[in-house]
């Protein structure tokens, strides 16, 4: 599985952008997809996560209410919804590939990883 993710920019603070990650391959229904992000100098961190079977949905303490995680599997995509954007969620924000349903929020249960895509939030 190749994954793009793509829909990165500069932002003020309270707005909103939705990134979107395109998969190749035909099994993209069969992998739970995840949303991390990593900050300059800190760790890379769990954001959300969506299930392959029956689509369910878990997400950071830190974007709960705010971020929303979608998939279409028709189109081979996932779609992280950012709304009242902080100058603390500016990080590069990866997508990947789990292919099982366990383990959603931990990096290493994630096999294909995405290449990143900026997001910087202005105060």
């Known amino acids: 599985v190749q994954l793009q993710a793509s829909g990165g920019g500069l932002v003020q603070a309270g707005g909103s952008l939705r990134l979107s990650c395109a998969a190749s391959?035909?099994?993209?229904?069969?992998?739970?997809m995840g949303w991390f992000r990593q900050a300059p100098g800190k760790e890379r961190e769990f954001v959300a996560a969506?299930?392959?079977?029956?689509?369910?949905?878990f997400s950071g303490d830190s974007v709960k209410g705010r971020f929303t995680i979608s998939r279409d599997n028709a189109k081979n995509t996932v779609y992280l919804q950012m709304n009242s954007l902080e100058p603390e969620d500016t990080a590069v924000y990866y997508c990947?590939?789990?292919?099982?349903?366990?383990?959603?929020?931990?990096?290493?249960?994630?096999?294909?990883w995405g290449q990143g895509t900026l997001v910087t939030v202005s105060s």
């Open positions: 990947a590939a789990n292919p099982n349903n366990n383990g959603l929020r931990y990096l290493r249960a994630y096999e294909y």
């Open positions: 391959g035909r099994t993209f229904s069969r992998y739970s």
């Open positions: 969506i299930s392959s079977n029956y689509g369910f949905t």
